[in-house]
């Protein structure tokens, strides 16, 4: 995974609404990009400073956004009245042990070592420091960013709220004195931000299953394609539809929120491994618009409909490859009020 890393200095008053405007305009923009693994949006309210960083599937991915998120760029720089610097990093290390909300606590250490080093570097923070991350409390998530050519790092944690990232300080510091003792790494500072947003998927099934879920449960339709291998897919639903690629896709988005408009669908469970998942799940909606089942239509019936299911995924390179849906279609014409005969 790569990521680049943009941080603004601007005007405290506006702080406010240059994140709202990322937040609405240039976060679905650079997510429609392809690669795109999600923005995270960091601000420090007191100094009109914010972070904002892109993540990507591949070196290719993110070299390729560039022209397009340009503008983006300077449309926040210019709202923010800020000046702009830009970097772009390796995140050889991603862990996570729970996805951290609006408000949590955020801190970047800025660390640099010899090229010749780096990867020593990584795997001391790998084999070190994340297990003694991991052990203080309120960590949400832990990465390390590197510039193989220039020997610049970043380390990243997220912590469950600002009381949090405060009570971590300590041991944090310690942290750091150790790290750098055994890497003959430098530290040139230490800055802490509030965050604004995330939506970074960190290249786990778990993660991309939960992202597929918010994006179609937002009604994000150019999101959730975005998520989906377009010219591989291949779907699978009751009632003997298979279908493949662009068609496979648009079917299941239209089928099921032309029919129930007001659709979400609920988390029981996710079983993931490396290749694919599992997704135990409950959708719930209200029958307002017309079914177009392979069977045939079925006519608005008004009735609310909460149904069990159970989604099953395979990946590759970080898009939905393939689909199978399976329900009881049975229970579900029985809660529209259809019987088998029609």
Not at 17 to 26: F, H, S
Not at 38 to 46: E, P, R, S, T, V
Not at 80 to 97: G, K, M, Q, S
Not at 296 to 325: M, N, W
Request: glycine fraction near 10%; hydrophobic fraction near 40%; charge should be negative.
């Amino acid at each position: 995974m790569y990521a680049r890393m943009n941080t603004l200095a601007g005007d405290p008053a506006q702080l406010g609404e240059a994140t709202r405007y990322m937040e609405g305009t240039v976060q679905p923009h650079v997510e429609a990009q392809h690669g795109n693994r999600g923005l995270a949006c960091l601000a420090n309210a007191d100094l009109g400073t914010c972070v904002v960083a892109s993540y990507w599937d591949s070196l290719d991915a993110l070299t390729a956004s560039e022209q397009a998120v340009q503008v983006s760029r300077k449309e926040v720089a210019e709202r923010l009245h800020a000046t702009v610097t830009v970097e772009e990093y390796d995140v050889p290390v991603f862990v996570r042990r729970s996805r951290p909300g609006a408000g949590a606590g955020v801190r970047i250490t800025h660390v640099s070592c010899a090229t010749q080093n780096i990867d020593a570097l990584i795997q001391e923070f790998r084999n070190t420091a994340v297990p003694a991350l991991m052990g203080m409390g309120g960590l949400a998530s832990a990465q390390l960013m590197a510039d193989r050519v220039t020997g610049r790092c970043l380390v990243i944690t997220a912590w469950e709220s600002k009381d949090a990232l405060a009570a971590s300080r300590t041991a944090g510091a310690r942290l750091r004195v150790n790290m750098s003792e055994v890497t003959h790494a430098q530290i040139h500072g230490v800055e802490e931000y509030e965050l604004v947003f995330t939506s970074v998927r960190d290249g786990d099934v778990r993660s991309l299953i939960e992202r597929d879920i918010q994006l179609w449960n937002a009604k994000d339709r150019e999101g959730w394609l975005a998520g989906i291998d377009l010219h591989r897919l291949a779907a699978r639903t009751p009632g003997g539809m298979r279908l493949t690629g662009r068609d496979a896709a648009d079917a299941l988005w239209d089928m099921y929120n032309e029919a129930f408009p007001d659709n979400q669908l609920e988390i029981i469970s996710i079983h993931a491994d490396a290749r694919g998942g599992v997704h135990e799940g409950r959708a719930v909606g209200t029958h307002t618009g017309v079914l177009r089942a392979p069977g045939g239509e079925i006519q608005p019936t008004g009735k609310r409909a909460q149904l069990d299911f159970c989604g099953v995924y395979e990946f590759e390179e970080g898009k939905i490859t393939s689909f199978h849906l399976y329900f009881d279609q049975a229970e579900m014409l029985s809660q529209l009020g259809i019987t088998a005969s029609g």
